[in-house]
């Protein structure tokens, strides 16, 4: 079935590593997104990706880095930089364009990073 | 910059009532989505509002959009405690050739029996 798988879907981080959350998506989607949701908060965006080697900073990129190698995937790396890294993390994919289908996210299972 | 607020943020309902969640929107956009989000999962699309007037329903559940008002409201009729969520409404931003979703703070929907 095609969908977006992320991993892990739990995760535990001592203060001052980095880790890296996997996003894949096997529904040819060019476009990717990580989104950060605090809790009772909505999501804010981390990084976009339109198109295989590029990628954007979306609002709250500071302390994040991604890559996009790879059409179907698009990791992302919680630095030590990031002063508060404990949330709920969503990756997203969709068709690009708004030209193209109707723009919809489709989002994955969410990958909970708690630092401790 | 675009802003998206809901209205209310917190609600408790009662079995078998009606009540409406408001979805405010700063600047114009072509297109609106509501999704719903259970504790501790992801976002499951609920509507997909692409033009003015665009009323969806599902359900119990009905969504509108009025982009000159850049108002969009969901309407829980005779609620159910399995529509017990969260609620985001998210819009559409274009930068750069690039599509970005706002979404906003959600409505946490509680629905007793």
Redesign the interface.
Known sequence: DGGITQSPKYLFRKEGQNVTLSCEQNLNHDAMYWYRQDPGQGLRLIYYSQIVNDFQKGDIAEGYSVSREKKESFPLTVTSAQKNPTAFYLCASSIRGPLLNTGELFFGEGSRLTVL | ELK?EQNPLFLSMQEGKNYTIYCNYSTTS??L?WYRQDP????E?LF?L?SNGAVKQEGRLMASLDTKARLSTLHITAAVHDLSATY?C?V?V?I???????????T?LTINP
């Open positions: 998206v072509d297109r989505y501790g999962k992801s976002l699309s997909v692409l985001f998210a559409v274009y750069q050739g690039a599509q970005k979703l706002v979404f906003g703070q959600g946490r």
